[in-house]
Nanobody, 117 residues
C-alpha cells in the first residue's frame, strides 16, 4: 500500500504562485510514476503533470510553461510549482501514484486551489 498526503493549496490572486507538495509513504519503492490531477466544479478530472521514476515529465498543454513538476526522492515527495496562475486553474488538485500497469492506483485526499481574478 501507498499513502499520499497533499499540502500547499490555498487562495491566490491571478498571476500569483503556489507550490503543492505530495508526501508518499508505505511501499514507495513500488512507485514508478507520480502525477497531479485536478478537478474543477462540473468538469471531469484532468491530468495536469506527471513524472516517471526515470525523471521524464509530462504537462497538459494548458499548464506548459507555467507549472513545473519535480520530486525529492530522499523525502519521497513530489512537488507542483504553479506560476502565473489563472482563475481557470481553480480546482481540487489530487496527487496520484502508479505502481503497475498504466493507471494511477493510489490517490491523495486532494487540496483546494482557488485563483481569484
Amino acid at each position: 500500500q501507498v499513502q499520499l498526503v497533499e499540502s500547499g493549496g490555498g487562495l491566490v490572486q491571478a498571476g500569483g504562485s503556489l507550490r503543492l507538495s505530495c508526501a508518499a509513504s508505505g511501499r514507495t519503492f513500488s512507485i514508478n510514476a507520480m502525477a497531479w490531477y485536478r478537478q474543477a466544479p462540473g468538469k471531469e478530472r484532468e491530468l495536469v503533470a506527471a513524472i516517471s521514476s526515470g525523471g521524464s515529465t509530462y504537462y497538459a498543454d494548458s499548464v506548459k510553461g507555467r507549472f513545473t513538476i519535480s520530486r525529492d526522492n530522499a523525502k519521497n515527495t513530489v512537488y507542483l510549482q504553479m506560476n502565473s496562475l489563472k482563475p481557470e486553474d481553480t480546482a481540487v488538485y489530487y496527487c496520484a501514484a502508479r505502481t503497475d500497469g498504466l493507471k494511477y492506483n493510489y490517490w491523495g485526499q486532494g487540496t483546494q486551489v482557488t485563483v481569484s481574478s
